[in-house]
């Protein structure tokens, strides 16, 4: 049983928070989440797709039944180029299906963030507080204290940032560690690259396109995923930069213009539902358009005090549907951290000490699978732009054959043998799956290109 001193401040409320407050409740942590939006409940923002790699998770979680009714499985992937030529399909997921029993699941974010908070117990549900806009962290001798932008503060034995990319919990980090001394661990200010942006809208399915049609188009400096739902459709489209950058562009409704003025006729659905981006664009429900920034963070956590998890900590391109079922992982393996240190404290609140020991492990236990993931995420990236002419050849005659899509599942599976996946079954050091599903125990994905 977890220490019934310690607290967790978990500061942002999307969904890898959300599983943070599902893993802090069957671990028997208590939990306060900060949410600077008015509700955890959103309904806005592109799609998400679950993969093998977070499906199982959740499932120990008891949330898979309830995420399976309100998503829809991916089967083939179509894939054509700018001029609407057809570059041979990809069986990823349906071999998935087929080989290992699970096929990804494409989903809205409203649909997962509601599920995960309607299936949290209600005590816990009371302990989420919308309208709380972090403006800072302050570190004493028995804990941290979080302050909100409207004055109100809490106190806690630990913060978890999962607050995304733009995470104010890592910038926080970062001044107390330059304000400890020369001596501490400091992130870059900037930590992570972008190299392209993404233009996402969704639109209502055609009706000739069947749910869970999965449709993307190839080729020099831009590419498309197009994901089909029950009702509608979600597009992402990723185009190159003129140069990467660390900073963090601003983008408005004329840049979403101008990038359909550049790319409009570009197809994205092939065949008789003929689509053009241009044609999707001008019958969005909604639109936005963002940078994609990559990159893994040096450093996740600051003197026991402060740890980031998800987009907070790293940071992927959409192009393998990684980053949400990562930060997945992410919070299983620090919770087990957690966990393990309270039960050796159940009638007080463990050290600082034996927190920062913790949040190491927990970092040590999950970089080197995210570096390579981060990776592999980039590289799936740069082969559907067409980056250079190995990309290009790679993409148009290698990824369509099946025995290169078996050959990447078998390496998965290997994998799994090796590095068993964090999981929610505390106390467990290995992911209890059934003998079709075992290489899921790695966290490691297979790219979708």
């Known amino acids: 049983m977890a220490a019934s001193t310690f607290k967790v401040i978990v500061v942002g409320g999307g969904p890898v928070g959300l599983v943070a407050a599902h893993a802090l ?84 974010r409203h649909d997962l963030t509601r599920v995960l908070y309607d299936t949290l117990p209600s005590e816990a549900q009371k302990k989420i507080f ?28 630990l913060v978890v940032g999962t607050d995304g990319a733009h ?12 304000q400890n001394g020369p001596s501490e661990q400091v992130n870059a200010e900037h930590p992570f690259l972008t190299t392209y942006r993404c233009l996402w809208l969704r ?51 004329a840049d979403q213009d101008a990038l359909i003025e550049r790319w409009g006729h570009i197809p994205i659905i092939a065949g008789e539902g003929k689509l053009t981006l241009r044609e999707a664009y001008n019958s969005r429900q909604e639109s936005g358009l963002v940078s994609l920034e990559e990159g893994v963070a040096e450093h996740w956590s600051w003197n026991g005090r402060v740890v980031l998890a998800g987009d907070s900590a790293h940071k992927f391109t959409p192009s393998t549907g990684a980053g949400c079922n990562h930060g997945i992982l992410d919070i299983a393996a620090l919770v087990q951290q957690l966990n393990a240190i309270c039960s050796k404290a159940p009638n007080a609140s463990p050290s600082r000490e034996a927190i920062d020991s913790a949040l190491q492990a927990y970092q040590e236990k999950r970089r080197n699978t995210i570096v390579a993931e981060c990776d592999r995420s980039s590289k799936a990236t740069a082969a559907a732009t067409w980056q250079n002419g190995v990309f290009k050849f790679v993409d148009k005659y290698v990824m ?27 106390g467990s050091s290995e992911v209890q799956l059934g003998k079709k599903e075992a290489w899921t125990a790695s966290p490691v994905m297979v790219r979708a290109h």
């Open 167 to 178: 995470s104010l919990v890592r910038d926080i980090m970062r001044k107390l560690a330059l």
């Open 25 to 108: 409740t069957k671990a028997g942590i208590d939990f306060t989440l900060l949410e600077r939006r008015p509700h955890v409940v959103i309904d806005a923002g592109s799609n998400l797709v679950l993969t093998p790699v977070g499906i199982p998770a959740l499932g120990q979680l008891n949330l898979r039944a309830p995420l399976d009714a309100v998503s829809s499985p991916l089967g083939r992937i179509d894939r054509m180029d700018h001029e609407g030529n057809d570059l041979g399909d990809v069986q990823l997921f349906s071999m998935m299906k087929e080989l290992i029993g699970i096929a990804p699941r494409v989903i809205s």
């Open 400 to 426: 369509p054959r099946n025995a290169v899509t078996r050959f990447f599942i078998g390496q998965a599976a290997k994998g799994a043998a090796r590095n068993p996946s964090p999981n929610f079954n505390f």
């Open 203 to 253: 639109f209502q399915r055609p009706a000739n396109v069947p749910e869970g049609v999965t449709c993307e188009t190839h080729g020099p400096g831009l590419a498309t995923q197009l994901f089909t739902g029950e009702d509608s459709a979600v597009a992402a489209i990723y185009e190159t930069m003129e140069k990467p950058t660390t900073e963090r562009p601003r983008y408005t409704r």
């Open 130 to 157: 919308g309208n709380k806009k972090l403006s800072d962290i302050t570190s004493t001798p028995t804990g941290v204290i979080a302050t909100c932008a409207d004055g109100t503060s809490y106190e806690g034995s």
